[in-house]
C-alpha cells in the first residue's frame, strides 16, 4: 500500500476538501485527485463521497481513517526505529538481573542518570539463568555467574559477603570489622537456599576449610535474613545491605577461632561474589550498552566508598 496516497487521503480527511489539502500537501488539485481515486482502487473501497463539491466519507471510509492514521503512525516508528538500528543509538534497552541486583544496584543507578539517556526496563530473572534471556530479547545482562564466551563482559567488581548480627552480639560489641569462617559456622546461621549463588560461595569455602555448620536455616529472601538477624534469630549471610539496625561484618575464610589472621591470610581478603555485566557482541548498540556499562562502574565505586563498608546486594 501507497503510503504518500494515504498521507493524501487523511490530508483530505482533515481539510474537507480536495483544493485545501491539496494547498496543503503542495501539489496540484487534479494530481490530489488521482492519488485518491488510486487509493480507492488499492482498498477496493468507495471512501467518499460528493457531496455539493465537498468530499464526505463514506461508511467504509470513517472505518479506514483509524486504521490509516494507525498505519501512518507505524510507518514513522519503524522510521525511527530502523535510523536507531543504522546508527547503534539506543532509546529503549532491557536489563535482565536478579531481584536483588534490580533492588539495590540497578534501580539506584537508573536514578542517576540524566533524561537523554535510554529507558532501561529491566527483568527480574534467577541466577543461574541470566544469559540465557540474552537470546529472547533482553540486551544486557547483570550476573554473579562467569559469563559465557560467546558475549562480551565487564567485571563490575568483587563484592564482599557480609554476616548481620543483632546489635548486641559480641562481634557488634567489639565493633569487628571482619569474622572468621571457623567463627561464623559455629553460630546459628541463616543463608541464601541452594538457588543463590552467595550460598554456593558459602558453601564452597566451608567445604575447603573441613567445617560444617553448626546450625543452618534457610531463607531466600535477604531483607528478611537481615531482618531476623536483627532481633536475634541468628547470623545472616547475604549481600543485602545493612537494614534494621543489624551490624555487618566481611567473613575470611582462613584465621583461628578467635578471628586472629596471619599476614598472607589477611590479604586473600572476605569471601566474595564477582558480578559481571554482558551482551552480545553483534547487537547494533553494542557501543552504546559498554557506554551504560562503564557508567554503571563509575556508579558502582563511587556508591562503595560513600557506603563505609556496607555492600550492595547481587546475589
Not at 559481571?276 to 551504560?292: F, Q, V
Request: aromatic share 6%; hydrophobic share 40%; glycine share 8%.
Amino acid at each position: 500500500m501507497n503510503l504518500r496516497r494515504i498521507e493524501y487521503f487523511l490530508s483530505v480527511v482533515d481539510a474537507g476538501t480536495i483544493t485545501a489539502a491539496a494547498a496543503h500537501c503542495g501539489i496540484a488539485q487534479p494530481a490530489l485527485s488521482r492519488h485518491i481515486q488510486a487509493l480507492e482502487g488499492e482498498v477496493r473501497l468507495k471512501l467518499f463521497y460528493n457531496n455539493r463539491n465537498r468530499l464526505q466519507l463514506t461508511p467504509a471510509g470513517r472505518q479506514f481513517v483509524s486504521m490509516a492514521r494507525a498505519l501512518l503512525t507505524m510507518s514513522r516508528h519503524v522510521e525511527t526505529v530502523v535510523g536507531s538500528l543504522a546508527s547503534g543509538h539506543i532509546t529503549r534497552l532491557h536489563l535482565g538481573a536478579t531481584p536483588s541486583t534490580v533492588r539495590y544496584m540497578v534501580a539506584p543507578f537508573l536514578a542517576t542518570l540524566p533524561s537523554t539517556a535510554p529507558t532501561v526496563l529491566t527483568r527480574e530473572v534467577d541466577h543461574y539463568h541470566v544469559y540465557d534471556t540474552l537470546q529472547h530479547g533482553i540486551d544486557l545482562v547483570i550476573s554473579p555467574t562467569p559469563c559465557p564466551k560467546e558475549y562480551s563482559f565487564r567485571v563490575l567488581g568483587h563484592f564482599p559477603l557480609r554476616a548481620y548480627v543483632k546489635g548486641d552480639h559480641a562481634w557488634a560489641q567489639a565493633q569487628r570489622t571482619h569474622v572468621t569462617l571457623r567463627e561464623l559456622v559455629a553460630e546459628r546461621v541463616l543463608a541464601h537456599s541452594t538457588r543463590g549463588v552467595s550460598r554456593h560461595v558459602l558453601d564452597a569455602a566451608v567445604a575447603r576449610q573441613g567445617l560444617r555448620y553448626e546450625h543452618l536455616d534457610e531463607c531466600d529472601d535477604g531483607s528478611t535474613m537481615v531482618a531476623l538477624s536483627a532481633s536475634g534469630h541468628g547470623v545472616a549471610v547475604t549481600t543485602d545491605p545493612a537494614q534494621y539496625g543489624a551490624y555487618g561484618v566481611e567473613i575470611m575464610e582462613v584465621g583461628d577461632a578467635t578471628g586472629t589472621l596471619m599476614q598472607d591470610e589477611a590479604d586473600a581478603g572476605p569471601l566474595s561474589l564477582t558480578l559481571y555485566a554482558a551482551w552480545d557482541p553483534e547487537h547494533y548498540g553494542a557501543t552504546t550498552i559498554e557506554g551504560l556499562v562503564g557508567e554503571l562502574q563509575a556508579h558502582l565505586k563511587r556508591t562503595r566508598r560513600s557506603m563505609r563498608g556496607s555492600t550492595v546486594a547481587y546475589g
